[in-house]
């Protein structure tokens, strides 16, 4: 008896767990336009829910098995989450404005491993430094740490990039060329 409630209370949570890393690498097919494999993992993950909440609706009294549920939710989520940091390459595009001498900062974080460019811009209090750099979205708690140790009064501003299409792009003490 005891061994029925834990293995379906367990087999509730683990399939749970698993229709959320479903929907999760769903939803990143969808955005990469995979039409195909988001449509089949959508078929999947219905036949998953339906099980599991199948499991859930019969005996709402059962607590063990909504507690099940809803911490599969949970870790469902932060597995959903950790799918996505390593399926999904992000960009962000930074945006700093130094007042002084902008281009040894530029300097600076090229050696870092950076790419930047920059222009000059008129400012509020005259003329700064517009330092724009396309980096990997895992670079660029690295990059906000250097800027701010190099240039702390600088003012930046980050964006998530839609796209990226040729260029050159930062990579540890190296760099490659995209596109």
């Not at 090229?110 to 920059?118: I, K, L, P, Q, S």
Request: hydrophobic letters at 55%; charged letters at 20%; glycine letters at 10%.
């Amino acid at each position: 008896m005891i061994l029925d409630v834990i293995f379906t209370a367990s087999m509730i949570f683990i399939l749970r767990v698993v229709n959320y890393a479903i929907g999760t690498v769903r939803m990143i097919a969808i955005t990469r336009n995979m039409r195909f494999l988001a449509a089949l993992l959508a078929a999947i993950e219905a036949l998953v829910f339906a099980v599991v909440i199948a499991g859930v609706v019969k005996d709402l009294n059962n607590i063990i098995n909504l507690i099940a549920y809803c911490l599969g939710a949970a870790v469902g989520s932060w597995v959903g989450m950790v799918i996505e940091a390593r399926m999904v390459r992000g960009y962000m595009i930074a945006n700093v404005f130094a007042n002084g001498d902008g281009e040894t900062l530029a300097t600076q974080l090229r050696e870092a491993g950076f790419g930047v460019t920059t222009t000059q811009s008129l400012g509020r209090d005259g003329v700064v430094t517009t330092l724009r750099s396309v980096l990997d979205k895992r670079d660029m708690k690295r990059f906000t740490a250097l800027v701010n140790e190099l240039k702390p009064n600088a003012f930046m501003v980050a964006e998530e990039a839609r796209s990226v299409q040729r260029g050159w792009m930062g990579l540890g003490k190296g760099g490659r060329a995209i596109g």
